[in-house]
């Protein structure tokens, strides 16, 4: 293992996304030392009522585009280091629209990485298992550090293109760099568009949820806790230049998830429709994260899938103030492509 590398001014991009906001909280909660400072360009999908709340001594948001050179001038000198999650994150939209995928996934994982070089500031990137393509249903493996990279989408591709930019400058530029690739998340904050939160938010509002395809595509859940608790572990004890993969056992196919979540809201397992599936759709994602768990000794603890998912619904149930000015744009997005 590596000598521990002990952070207390860090930068987390996209902290008013999903991801990111769950480790803010994460960092709040269990590192009273650190001060975070989000930046955030609050895009359809950031919400500044996600670390509303957080003590004002340990947080603190910079609304900014992460492609602002100049802004990143003024922001990254007295940080020790930036932990990467902003992002356009959602393949629907990027199938519809790829360009802001390669502006902020490509380009700003760019200037960020010339910020961390100019200012000789450790980072952490936070990526996708997605950059591995897919896996048959019937393909006993998973993924490793070692599978070859062969994404899919636009989305998929421009997020293997910014993990080779951040390979390129550690190995180059010796920046102090260290990769994490993870599962699908589920979990407090997830913005509307995304399967769970969408189905949970179509049952309340009496819309029945709509599955894509067969149903039959596997996806490796993992709560989001787990993957902030994951970051955390290899920002601090991770070796420079290495890439960890980040799951918890959690794989199950979308039509399991989606009677998982009519069971628990009291509907029958049928009350769903089947719409057009998504040009391209990955059929399955597994990971294997021996190298994570054996190397730093972490271990994911809220494995219990259908606990966790019930803990989701109660969320939303209690957050309709947090969604609804999402929901409608939305759907109507979907339907325009049958979806
Ligand atoms: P999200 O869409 O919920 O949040 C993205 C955040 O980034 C938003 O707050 C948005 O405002 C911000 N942002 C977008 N463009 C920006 C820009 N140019 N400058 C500054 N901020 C910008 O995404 P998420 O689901 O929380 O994903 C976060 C990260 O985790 C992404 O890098 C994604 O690839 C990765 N990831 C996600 C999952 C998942 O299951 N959601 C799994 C593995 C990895
Ligand atoms: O694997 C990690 C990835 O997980 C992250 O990199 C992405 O940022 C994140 O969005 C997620 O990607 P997916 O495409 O797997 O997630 P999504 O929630 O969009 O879809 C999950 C599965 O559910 C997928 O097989 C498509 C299907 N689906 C999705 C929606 C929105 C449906 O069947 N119906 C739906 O309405």
Redesign the pocket.
């Known amino acids: 293992m590596a000598e521990t590398f002990e952070p207390t001014n860090i930068i987390v991009?996209?902290?008013?996304?999903?991801?990111?906001s769950n480790f803010v909280h994460h960092v709040v909660n269990n590192h009273p030392g650190v001060h975070v400072t989000v930046?955030?360009?609050?895009?359809y999908?950031?919400?500044p009522e996600n670390i509303a709340g957080l003590p004002a001594d340990r947080v603190e948001l910079v609304v900014?585009?992460?492609?602002d050179a100049e802004l990143l001038d003024r922001i990254v000198p007295g940080h020790d280091a930036i932990v990467?999650?902003?992002?356009?994150?959602?393949n629907d939209n990027s199938i519809a629209d790829p360009e802001p995928f390669v502006?902020?996934n490509v380009v700003?994982t760019f200037r960020l990485l010339e910020a961390a070089r100019k200012y000789d500031v450790r980072y952490h990137h936070?990526?996708?298992?997605e950059v591995y393509g897919d896996l048959a249903l019937d393909d006993p493996a998973r993924f490793t550090e070692e599978t070859p990279y062969r994404p899919s989408s636009p989305y998929s591709s421009s997020?293997a293109s910014s993990d080779m930019l951040v390979r390129a400058w550690h190995r180059t530029y010796g920046i102090r760099a260290t990769i994490s690739?993870?599962?699908?998340?589920y979990g407090p904050y997830?913005?509307v568009e995304?399967f769970i939160p969408r189905q949970i938010t179509n049952i309340i509002d009496g819309i029945r949820p709509k599955l894509y395809g067969d149903g039959k595509n596997v996806r490796d859940w993992i709560h989001t806790e787990d993957?902030s608790s994951a970051v955390w572990t290899i920002l601090t004890k991770g070796r420079l230049g290495e890439t960890y993969l980040i799951g918890a056992d959690g794989e199950k196919d979308n039509i399991s998830v989606l009677r998982a979540i009519l069971r628990a809201m009291g509907q029958p397992e049928d009350a769903f429709d089947w719409v057009r599936d998504r040009p391209g759709h990955d059929r399955r994602y597994a990971i294997d994260s021996t190298k994570l768990r054996r190397e730093l000794g972490w271990q994911p603890q809220h494995t219990d899938f259908e606990s966790g998912l019930e803990a989701t619904i109660a969320w939303y149930r209690d957050h309709e103030a947090w969604w609804r000015p999402a929901k409608a744009e939305t759907e109507a997005k979907y339907a325009k492509q049958g979806q």
């Open positions: 991009t996209g902290g008013c996304g999903f991801i990111g930046l955030d360009k609050l895009t999908a950031g919400n900014g585009d992460i492609c990467h999650y902003a992002a356009e994150s959602h502006q902020t700003g936070v990526s996708t298992d997020k690739n993870c599962s699908n998340n997830q913005h995304k993957h």
